[in-house]
């Protein structure tokens, strides 16, 4: 049994989408705006007898946050690190901007970013020595200037040369963010981004995710168990129950639509109620 069960630690997952991406310029990346950015059809996976996954397909599209929500064990990281290509699906496919990445794994990454809380950045490392590491795996034009440039947006100037395992929880996210906008990522993925964030903190981060989804036309996906948080950024949400999708649609229109008061309370229902409660409203 535990033959099949991959493991893999928090530095693995950070490095592992980086590591085979070679030095391609980032201005050689720009596609059609009507292709989706991810596109996940049929994923399944299975982990020794438990299937973490069960035929989940969706898309994000260019200039578009999509939530991924669900209760704890639902399947969010499992889908996310699917797509990142960490975690091999047992059936199904992610194409990156029409890339599939079972073939193309380095073009598809490319375009794609990713930050967790439970995947720092490397923390003998100092703040700019991350960035530039991690510039120079993505083969970033004006290393220099990018990484001033997101060292200013992220507050961390007067933090350059603390090494990030002295960060705080907050400032190590925002390092984590800065490194994931290096290579103007068409796919970004966010796993609980703002979940160490303090109030102010965290919707300083949020307006900035808003802000590349809509001017740089990136498409986010995003998990979070905050569903203020979801409403105010999401433009679409799937809500994930035991590895399937069981209801997708506006975070902000769902509610009424099956009879509950908020965002929250439906989440509830969906977490709580057996897997068939929802059957005619999936996707
Ligand atoms: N390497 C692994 N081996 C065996 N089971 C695993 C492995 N990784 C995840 N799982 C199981 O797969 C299921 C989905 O886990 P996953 O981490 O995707 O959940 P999640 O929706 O992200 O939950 P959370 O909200 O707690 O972060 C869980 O039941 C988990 O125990
Ligand atoms: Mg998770």
Redesign the pocket.
């Known amino acids: 049994m535990f033959a099949t069960?991959?493991?893999?630690t928090p530095l693995a997952i950070n490095f592992a989408p980086h590591c085979i991406i070679s030095t391609m310029p980032t201005a050689a990346l720009h596609s059609p705006a009507d292709r989706p950015a991810l596109r996940a059809a049929h994923l399944r996976?299975v982990?020794?007898g438990?299937t973490?996954?069960d035929d989940v397909s969706f898309t994000v599209n260019r200039g578009e946050i999509v939530g991924l929500l669900?209760?704890?064990?639902?399947?969010?990281?499992?889908?996310?690190?699917m797509v990142l290509g960490v975690?091999a699906a047992t059936t199904g496919s992610v194409e990156i901007d029409g890339i599939d990445i079972s073939r193309q794994r380095a073009r598809a990454l490319a375009r794609t970013n990713f930050a967790a809380v439970y995947a720092p950045l490397p923390g003998n490392l100092t703040v700019i020595e991350n960035l530039r590491f991690f510039a120079l795996l993505y083969g970033i034009e004006s290393l220099r200037g990018r990484v001033e440039e997101l060292l200013r947006q992220f507050d961390l100037a007067h933090l350059r040369h603390t090494k990030c395992g002295l960060l705080s929880s907050g400032e190590q996210t925002r390092a984590a963010l800065a490194k994931a906008l290096l290579n103007r990522p068409q796919l970004l993925l966010l796993?609980?981004p703002t979940a160490s964030l303090d109030p102010s903190a965290a919707q300083l981060i949020r307006a900035k995710i808003k802000a590349l989804a809509t001017e740089d036309q990136c498409g986010i996906l995003w998990?979070s168990?905050n569903m203020n948080e979801v409403e105010d950024v999401c433009d679409r949400v799937l809500f994930?129950s035991h590895?399937k999708v069981l209801l997708e649609g506006n975070p902000r229109a769902l509610p009424r639509e099956h009879g509950s008061a908020t965002l929250e309370d439906l989440f509830i229902r969906v977490a709580r109620e057996p897997l068939t409660a929802f059957a005619d409203v999936t996707p």
């Open positions: 069960v991959q493991k893999f996976k982990y020794g438990l973490a996954l669900g209760p704890n064990g639902a399947g969010k990281t499992t889908t996310i690190n975690l796993d609980e998990t168990h994930l590895g």
